[in-house]
């Protein structure tokens, strides 16, 4: 439901620019190490979308059909060109989070015409996400002073290919999906491990 934007560090870094960009300063689990994070609302966009506009129009199918009316307005929308019918969607249902936390901002779609349809209005949401990742990357590297080449992606939202291209292709940035399905089950049991000795220390864990 939320996206998160985490950059491991080996020293806190404390400063107006990290403030000001709408990140936070964490411990990270493995010792010696932190974490610069900024996080905003996400794939909520895309449920409320699907809950509120294609199952509000089904309301007498059952969830079978519904699901099916889901995943057809799914593979429409894939095969949109970007920015399909110059439609654009701003993801503040709700309010706008990293790297503007405002929680009276409100959602906004842009460029509805006649000619607009549900696939047109569910690319808009996935490009609106992307680039509102893109505005928190812009702000992170600006904010740490560094230069970002590869983003690596975990979750539930990395099963969907075109939305990790189309995050890609927002950011011109190589985007990294690991092939282990569970990766955050994963880390914990690697934590586990260390925990009870199997393993001596994070790196001979990784």
Known sequence: SWEMMIAGTDM??????????????????????????????????VDWFRDQVVYSCTLEANEKKKEIAWRNLCALAERNPPISKGVFFLPHCFGAGAPTPDSKSSGIFL???????????????IEGLNFQFRNMLDSLEKAMAIDISTIV????????TSMMQNKADVTGMCVEVPSIDSVTTFGASILAGLGCGIYHNCKEAT
Request: charged share 15%.
């Open 111 to 125: 460029g509805l015409s006649d000619l607009t349809d549900t696939s047109d209005m569910l690319s808009a949401v």
């Open 153 to 160: 992606c975990i979750g539930e939202d990395t099963v969907n």
């Open 12 to 45: 806190p870094v404390l400063n107006e620019n990290i403030y000001h960009a709408g990140f936070m300063m964490a411990n990270q689990v493995t010792r010696g190490r932190y974490a610069v994070v900024g996080e905003t609302v996400s794939s909520s966009m």
